[in-house]
């Protein structure tokens, strides 16, 4: 069997395994709120931190799930299209997403890695600014520090050193906010992610450590990486974690509100690993099935992340035609937004590559600049030089 | 509603680099409806088969390539009829010029591409609308030059290369470059100072000794080699040189003899006013018997053709002599040895030990041996298996000369005793030709006189 099997942990639920509070290994076991066929079960530890969810909010999730895929196939779209240069689908991790980013603060601080777009929408996000970089119109797409959420790390795992260290500094504020890093199953092999948890763990700074575990590190799986349990990773730091079935809003949702409590408590940082699946490839130019068996996508299709709190909706009678037609409507609208911002978005300047460089002036960047402006004048018209240009 | 308007599709890149797509099929037809995003064709990049969505809604009016053409990024594949104005987004590279750009196949990860010229191309400058510049941070360039003119620049090659054309005394700006983009490559080095094209010329030059057959080195003395003719150029990878020099299968076959009377032939000649001023060692006496030995077993005297599946047989040779220089060890050889005196042959062997220890072998020098010999006697060895030079069929290597307890006349007595190691290429050589020219190697070192009956 190559996938985990979601809710089928093995032994019951013994001991510690689940307990948010546990420091040692999780015994494997998936938290899981939501079943697959769209069962609410109960479960002791984590229905507390998701009682207030009320019949409207449920709705309002899956109206983000349904949305964040939208954006997703739709920026797909835009890239066979020629209109993105690139783009990373996020189709089957909506869950782990949306769950753990509805769950944030304002002022609680996101690092994310390069698909986490859909945290990026929860964050408020400007659709053009979350495409900007995909098209290849600049290096970052936003200002941090107007929505509290970093640009996108391409470098595998370095963002959990920027949100240890941001951590750090919210100690220093004597603040209760929480950086919370994003990354997925192959960044946990790199140094940096083991650096910044052992740093965390020996300042007990304020951070969450959110891991998507997708089973696929590019061509990677999962279980070359790590004879345990991602999650268990992190005993080996002293920092207590929790294994959630990351297609499950719920669960994802509880277990980041235990994490994010504790954090802001004072009791440190929190390992969490949402067990998904990247059902698309790795990015537009990766060919999954040069490397993993049909069988497993077809057997996380059935788990999908979507359909099961649809199904939810469906048993408490919340899914109505007026609901359906709603979320349709807003998905369509947010798609053709973010299309029809994507084509007229207008091509930077050349010297646009300057700005944003040093927060304050440089006289060697300014040199470069004076001298890249007079290259530019050499071909007498700068303005159609650069256009010309831009059309390659 | 605005009129009907003609939109092209054209192939966009759809991974990273990619410079051209195979459409694998079209899900669509002529005359087709299709709505935003519908997918249209099945298209196979060098990474992956992806599906194409259709970048608007409308009816499809043409179709360009057909299924199994390869095409390339940037031109039109398809054409819609679509109403006007609304969400329809350009056409993926629409600004571009009618022709593409021909783009260079620049995957991630795989490195970028040489270009022809180091630096950019600069567009014709509008020379009345700008005022003239100094460019400080170009000031290492030449001087700026009219736009239709190229600068001069440093051929363009690699650095292991230019190392070679250097050691080699050879200008890069008289060597036309094969290599993509011009780049001159190794194979253009080793053609330009001859014998590039020959088997050794894949082995690193100071490493595996240069002493290359005499294929271009000899071109116009054809008369003293017998070979049938050559079909075309012949051009071997460097991977096919290595193999062939390490397919020659190796026998080596030892041979200790009483050097006694050599030695006192030489104390004699060194006195003698014909040989005064010059330099005599074992090693000419060696060279000599080598050459007089070679006379009787020729078929050590020549060379394996792997791609032609010939035999070349030398009618000549030119004896190379393994020499550690400063640079580590070369194989110059000396040409037409055969044909020298004693006195020609030790006045010619010093020149050649003297140069290359300076370090100022010349190429010629280096190529075009075609057998070899080795003194390990000057480091105190006794004997080894000495590695062929790539594409010669022997190599001796001559032992130090020691006094040693030996039998002479029925008697145990102190002798002068060398050993001789010879190693052949099997392939050319039988063991029978192998041994009787070791044997009267030895025979003419045991008994410098034999010369008058072997010779």
């Not at chain 1, 910044?196 to 089973?215: L, R, T, W």
């Not at chain 1, 409590?261 to 690993?273: L, Q």
């Not at chain 2, 990049?45 to 390869?70: D, I, N, R, W």
Request: negative net charge; contains cysteine; charged residues 25%.
């Amino acid at each position: 069997m190559l996938t985990d099997e979601l809710g089928q942990g093995g032994t019951a639920a013994e001991g510690p395994g689940n307990r948010a509070e546990h420091q040692g290994r999780t015994s494997g076991n998936l938290v899981q709120l939501i079943t697959p066929a769209g069962e609410r079960v109960s479960h002791p530890e984590y229905d507390p931190w998701v009682q207030d969810v009320t019949d409207e909010q449920l709705c309002s999730l899956y109206e983000d799930l349904v949305v964040i895929r939208r954006i997703d196939t739709e920026a797909t779209a835009l890239q066979r299209q020629g209109e993105l240069a690139l783009w990373p689908p996020l189709l089957g991790q909506e869950a782990s997403q949306i769950g753990s980013a509805r769950t944030l603060r304002d002022d609680d601080f996101v690092f994310p890695s390069y698909r986490d777009n859909g945290v990026a929408y929860c964050r408020g996000i400007k659709l053009t600014d979350i495409i900007r970089v995909w098209r290849g119109n600049a290096a970052g797409g936003w200002d941090p520090y107007t929505v509290n959420m970093a640009t996108s790390q391409i470098v595998i795992g370095s963002q959990t050193l920027h949100a240890t260290g941001y951590a750090m500094g919210i100690q220093n504020d004597g603040a209760d906010s929480v950086a919370i890093t994003y990354f997925g199953d192959g960044a946990t092999s790199e140094g940096d992610v083991n650096e910044a948890m052992v740093f965390a763990a020996s300042f007990q700074a304020p951070v969450v450590f959110f891991c998507q575990n997708n089973h696929w590190a590019i061509s990677e799986p999962v279980r070359l990486q790590s004879h345990i349990h991602i999650a268990d990773r992190a005993a080996g730091f002293g920092i207590p974690s929790m294994r959630v079935d990351g297609n499950d809003v719920l669960a994802v949702m509880a277990a980041t509100r235990v994490a994010l409590d504790r954090a802001r408590r004072g009791g440190g940082p929190t390992f969490i690993e949402a067990v998904t699946y990247r059902m698309g490839p790795h990015t537009t130019a990766d060919d999954p099935t040069r490397y993993r068996d049909a069988n497993e996508l077809e057997d996380w299709a059935a788990k999908d992340p979507i359909r099961r709190v649809k199904a939810l909706l469906d048993r408490k009678g919340l899914l109505t035609e007026k609901l359906e037609a709603a979320v349709q409507q807003k998905a369509d609208a947010v798609a053709r937004e973010m299309r029809s911002g994507c084509i007229n978005m207008p091509d930077p300047e050349p010297l646009d590559v300057f700005k944003h460089v040093y927060s304050t002036p440089n006289s060697w960047l300014d040199r470069q600049q004076d001298h890249y402006a007079r290259y530019l004048a050499s071909f007498g018209d700068p303005a159609g030089a650069a256009s010309e240009e831009g059309a390659h | 509603m605005t009129a009907a308007m003609i939109k092209e599709f054209r192939l966009p890149d759809l991974g990273e680099g990619l410079t051209e797509s195979e459409i694998v099929n079209w899900k669509v037809n002529v005359g087709d409806t299709v709505r935003l995003n519908q997918v249209i064709a099945e298209v196979e990049t060098a990474k992956a088969v992806v599906e194409l969505p259709s970048p608007f809604a409308g009816v499809v009016t043409a179709l360009h390539e057909q299924p199994g053409t390869v095409v390339e990024v940037g031109k039109p594949i398809v054409s819609f009829e679509v109403e006007g104005d609304a969400d329809g987004p350009p056409a993926a590279g629409a600004e571009a010029e009618a022709e593409p750009a021909k783009r260079e196949p620049n995957l991630v990860g795989y490195g970028a591409v040489v270009e022809t010229t180091g630096r950019p191309v600069r567009r014709q400058r509008n020379l009345a609308a700008v005022p003239p510049l100094v460019e400080p941070a170009e000031t290492e360039r030449p001087p700026v030059e009219p736009a239709e003119t190229k600068p001069a620049e440093r051929p363009r090659s690699t650095p292991p290369v230019r190392k070679l054309a250097k050691d080699l005394g050879v200008a890069l700006e008289d060597v036309h470059g094969s290599g993509r983009g011009g780049l001159i490559i190794r194979d253009d080095v080793l053609n330009f100072v001859g014998g590039g094209d020959l088997p050794a010329a894949g082995q690193e030059f100071a490493a595996a000794g240069a002493g290359q057959p005499p294929e271009r080195a000899v071109s116009g003395q054809g008369e003293r080699e017998v070979r049938s003719p050559i079909k075309g150029v012949r051009k071997l990878t460097a991977a096919a040189m290595v193999s062939s020099a390490f397919t020659a299968p190796h026998v080596t076959e030892f041979l200790t003899v009483d050097v006694t009377p050599a030695m006192e032939l030489l104390a004699r000649l060194k006195s003698s006013k014909a040989f005064a001023g010059l330099k005599l060692t074992p090693l000419t006496l060696v060279a000599k018997a080598a050459l007089i030995a070679l006379r009787r077993n020729p078929s050590l005297n020549s060379r394996w053709d792997e791609a032609n599946q010939e035999i070349v047989q030398f009618n000549y040779v030119n004896l190379g002599i393994a020499a550690a220089t400063p640079r580590g060890l070369t194989v110059p050889n000396i040409k037409d040895a055969d044909r020298m005196s004693l006195a020609e042959l030790s006045r010619a062997l010093t020149e050649l030990t003297e140069s290359a220890r300076a370090g100022k072998t010349s190429p010629a020098d280096l190529s075009g041996g075609t057998i070899s010999i080795t003194n390990i006697g000057v480091f105190g060895i006794d004997a080894g298996t000495p590695i062929l030079n790539p594409g010669e069929a022997a190599i001796l290597a001559m032992g130090a000369v020691r006094k040693m307890p030996w039998e002479y006349q029925d008697q145990v007595a102190l002798r002068q005793v060398m050993t001789l190691s010879l190693s052949f290429d099997h392939r050319l050589v039988d063991g029978e030709q192998g041994s009787r020219f070791l044997a009267d190697l030895g025979a003419l070192q045991a008994d410098p006189g034999m010369a008058l009956a072997l010779a």
